[in-house]
């Protein structure tokens, strides 16, 4: 039982708590220490129509500004229990017969949050995502093009926005069957649709191969000596005049850092975890291999270890 001061046993003594009123009472003077208290704690009395649903859970979900009507509406449930079947049944089929201006954007944003999720992408990405579909969306210009890739597009340049980019490889591998080509034009028709909308450019955000670097390092299961020799090396090759993409850098100096380790990465692995084909990488390191000991910090590799690079 807890305890509480009490003013007029001028002590702390033991109180209790009047669910229905919410007072806290001291158990010896009787004296109403706090009233009308707010119980902070989860309820859990069901409000299911029958014993086989046990969810406690008499809430909805969060509004949603994008929806028309704040993603608030009743949804009739399927009936799961012998009494008012039919009443259930009739209502929930006449509700599906009515029009729902909203069920194309519900859909959309589903399957947006489904290819977040499995990116592992926080929920500020799929907001913008949703926020840049529902722009699209408004334009009525997106009907007869491929669907998948208009979200896979739109998911891609809310990385982008927020600074937590995804390759076109990593967003196709979650995108339900759009490739990387559809994907491109989608991004490429969305951002001249809006910018004309705008009347102004479009904000996407610069790519820099540090922004992938780390994610590629822990595919490869790389230790924290490697991954920080890593990063240093690639935030020193941004003063070089390589003109190669951010993604192929980074696995450019990957493949250099793993040669000059204990735990070195066949090019074959390096490919797989970065998404960047193996020419791409040879051709890369073969731009960075003049500036390695500029590049490559001391602490993880003298001068007399950069002999053991292979020769591009």
């Known amino acids: 039982m807890a ?26 003077c009787g004296l109403v220490l706090e009233a009308h ?9 069901t409000f299911a129509n029958e014993s086989a649903d046990n969810d406690p859970v008499r809430v909805g979900g969060p509004s949603n500004p994008l929806l028309t009507d ?64 529902k722009k699209v969306e408004d334009l009525k210009s997106i009907r007869g093009r491929n669907q998948d890739a208009i979200l896979a597009a739109c998911l891609y340049i809310a990385c982008r926005q927020e600074d937590r980019p995804r390759t ?41 191969a540090g922004d992938f670097l780390r994610r590629f390092c822990s595919h490869l299961g790389m230790s924290n000596q490697a991954v ?8 020193k090759s941004e003063e070089l005049d390589i003109r190669r993409s951010p993604i192929s850098i980074a696995a450019a100096v990957i493949y250099m850092i793993t040669q000059l380790s204990e735990e070195k990465k066949p090019l074959r692995d390096i490919s797989l975890a970065t998404g960047v084909a193996e020419g791409t990488i040879r051709n890369s390191y073969k731009d960075l291999y003049p500036y390695a000991a500029r590049i490559i910090p001391a602490s993880f590799a003298k001068e007399q270890d950069l002999k053991n690079l292979c020769s591009p």
């Open 37 to 45: 208290s707010i119980d902070e704690t989860s309820e859990w009395r």
């Open 3 to 28: 305890e509480a001061f009490c003013p007029d046993c001028k002590r702390s003594t033991e109180v209790v708590f009047d669910h229905s009123a919410g007072d806290t009472v001291c158990l010896e």
């Open 70 to 133: 704040g993603g608030l509406s009743t949804v009739i449930s399927k009936p799961n229990g012998a009494q008012g079947d039919f009443l259930s049944s009739s209502l929930g089929r006449w509700q599906n017969r009515g029009s729902n201006p909203d069920r194309s954007l519900i859909l959309a944003f589903r399957t947006i949050a489904n290819m977040a999720d499995r990116l592992g992408l926080v929920a500020t990405i799929k907001d913008r995502a949703n926020e840049i579909y």
């Open 168 to 208: 076109v490889k990593e967003i196709c591998s979650v995108a339900n069957g759009a490739t990387k080509k559809e994907i491109g034009r989608a991004k490429e028709y969305i951002v001249k649709q809006l910018e004309v909308e705008m009347g102004q450019s479009m904000e996407m955000g610069t790519i820099h």
């Open 228 to 235: 920080k020799a890593a990063q240093e090396a690639v935030h």
